[in-house]
């Protein structure tokens, strides 16, 4: 059984950094693919940045709304996938939700959510002056 805990949200100023961060424990996850969703309140759940795994290479992936701003990378000696989100907007408010599956992952499933087994928590982040 694989547990995924978020960390890293807080608050920010607009044009401020931070970096999130997601810990896998209960097996290692070198050949997961994995992401980030995040959901505002009153919004459905939207797709963010993944990794996405394929035949021992990995391909990364990121929404519109975040390319150029945001990074996702991957620790496997550390069991932790990053999502470093930087020039933040308000519109960036959300909860952040990191998800795997095991194995391979076709491109257009990527971005749908009920692709994925396992998910955290969730962790706050709240972009304001």
């Not at 059984?1 to 608050?11: A, H, I, P, T």
């Not at 993944?50 to 035949?55: A, E, L, M, P, Q």
């Not at 519109?64 to 470093?84: C, P």
């Not at 308000?90 to 194995?103: I, K, L, N, Q, S």
């Amino acid at each position: 059984q694989v547990q995924l805990e978020e960390s890293g949200g807080g608050q920010v100023q607009p044009g401020g950094s931070l970096r999130l961060s997601c810990t896998a424990s209960g097996r290692a996850f070198t050949d997961y693919s994995m992401g980030w969703f995040r959901q505002a309140p009153g919004k459905e759940r939207e797709a963010v940045a993944f990794i996405r795994y394929s035949g021992g290479n990995k391909a990364y992936h990121y929404s519109d709304s975040v390319k150029g701003r945001f990074t996702v990378s991957r620790d496997s000696a550390k069991n932790t996938m990053y999502l470093q989100m930087t020039r933040l907007k308000p519109e960036d408010t959300a909860d952040y939700y990191c998800a795997a599956r095991a194995g391979r992952i076709i491109l257009s499933a990527v971005w749908d959510p009920s692709s994925y087994s396992y998910w955290g928590q969730g962790t706050l982040v709240t972009v304001s002056s």
